[in-house]
């Protein structure tokens, strides 16, 4: 692949609009702590179906180079990230699940964790961005390639399973303790972008 082939994958829309949601999820789990659990997991109700569109219509590419990618997401935000969610799910952070390779053939109950499923996700997403965001062409052709490997192999099974249990969180209106959590700022619902996308935008008074 010659480099203006490269130059078109990597800049297209589908390429663009997918780093554009990746973002907006990213940002969507590190300022948890900003709004009630309630409307941290309104937000993933409509970000996760968009995010697993946007990654399967993800081209196929071609790793060019020969070193691994520099790691960005350290084991520390992993675990503030974790805590933050798990602090604002509390009991209903466990979910049972219903598709495990390993188990699928058998009667077996597997627990899972909706705040472990979003950090696995948003590990390898930011990692993603961040390599993106470098302008280098070549880091972010390997970072496509890599990401779209782990969407296929990992993480898109994890989306469609924390979906199925942010879904029940939500019709089943849960009623969240705020005691013991830090009190968040009031936010404004959804970002503009993704009002627009949907058509749900309000007009501001």
């Known amino acids: 692949m010659n480099e203006s082939d490269f130059q078109q994958i990597i800049y297209s829309k589908n390429v663009v609009e997918f780093v554009t949601v990746a973002s907006e999820f990213c940002a969507t789990i590190e300022q948890a702590g900003r709004h009630l659990p309630q409307e941290n997991l309104a937000k ?5 179906p968009l995010l697993y569109l946007k ?30 969610w798990l602090g604002q799910l509390g009991e209903h952070d466990d979910f049972y699940e ?8 058998g009667s077996e109950t597997v627990t899972a964790s909706i705040s472990e499923n979003l950090m696995d996700i ?26 779209t ?17 942010v879904h029940m969180l939500m019709v089943n209106d849960i009623d969240f303790s705020t005691e013991n959590r830090d009190e968040p700022i009031p936010g404004k619902g959804n970002p503009k972008w993704l009002d627009n996308f949907w058509g749900t935008n309000e007009d501001e008074n």
Not at 44 to 48: E, P
């Open 44 to 48: 993933l109700q409509k970000i996760l």
């Open 98 to 105: 219903v598709f495990d390779p390993n188990i699928q053939f």
């Open 122 to 147: 948003y590990q390898d997403l930011k990692e993603f961005v961040t390599s993106y965001s470098i302008g280098n062409e070549e880091v972010m052709n390997d970072s496509l390639a890599e990401c």
């Open 149 to 165: 490997f782990h969407f296929k192999e990992f993480w898109g099974q994890q989306l469609v399973n924390v979906l199925r249990a």
């Open 55 to 84: 990654a399967a219509v993800l081209p196929e590419v071609e790793r060019m180079l020969d070193d691994e990618l520099e790691k960005f997401v350290s084991e520390l935000d992993y675990n503030t990230h974790h805590q933050k």
